[in-house]
């Protein structure tokens, strides 16, 4: 029987791959490297110690293309390969003390935003935004803590490095998934 058939549950993006668990592995891997990827992404922010990347987009679209289980899997090898040593955190490194809450709420926000996915959050542009902002969300409330000992600052000196400097960036971010997760669906919907 097809996931897709499965009465009372709908799909994500993963589902419409076949096999079983070969592909599970196979997209767990493929989502952990696509974060690191684009992790390589990084425009330095002045002021900040914590760049403006491509990592959180590819946490976000990779939670909500494999849904909560594949999605936080993912981010759990993304985060336990690169603090093993794996160059794959931004600049080819494995983590930065003040960036790696930032790392750690991936692996919530993929799990969240594969569950919302998968109740159709990533369907029209609308829920889209809403799954991505509140999975941003859930970034920013393990990070900011995380940079707040790691920078030993207060929690407003933590927004303001921390959170205000990369609003616009991610507003960018979620307006591209609101574009791209739809129209991915639009597109398998047709055939």
Do not use: E
């Amino acid at each position: 029987m097809s996931v897709l058939a499965v009465p009372g549950r709908r799909a994500v993006l993963a589902d419409l791959v076949p096999g079983a668990l070969a592909r599970d592995i196979a997209l767990v891997v493929a989502g952990a490297g696509l974060t690191g990827l684009a992790a390589q992404v990084a425009l330095p922010v002045p002021g900040s110690p914590v760049p403006l990347t491509g990592q959180t987009f590819a946490a976000l679209l990779v939670g909500a293309a494999l849904g909560w289980q594949r999605g936080g899997a993912s981010m759990v090898l993304y985060l336990i390969a690169g603090v093993a040593g794996v160059p794959w955190f931004q600049g080819a490194s494995s983590g930065t003390p003040a960036s790696l809450g930032y790392v750690v709420g991936f692996v919530f926000a993929g799990a969240l935003v594969g569950h919302l996915a998968a109740r159709g959050g990533d369907r029209t542009p609308l829920r889209t935004v809403g799954t991505m902002a509140v999975g941003n969300l859930v970034i920013y409330a393990c990070g900011v803590p995380w940079l707040m000992a790691a920078a030993g600052v207060g929690f407003g000196k933590a927004l303001q490095l921390g959170v205000t400097p990369f609003l616009v960036g991610d507003a960018l971010k979620i307006a591209l998934a609101a574009g791209l997760l739809p129209a991915t669906w639009a597109l398998l919907n047709r055939k």
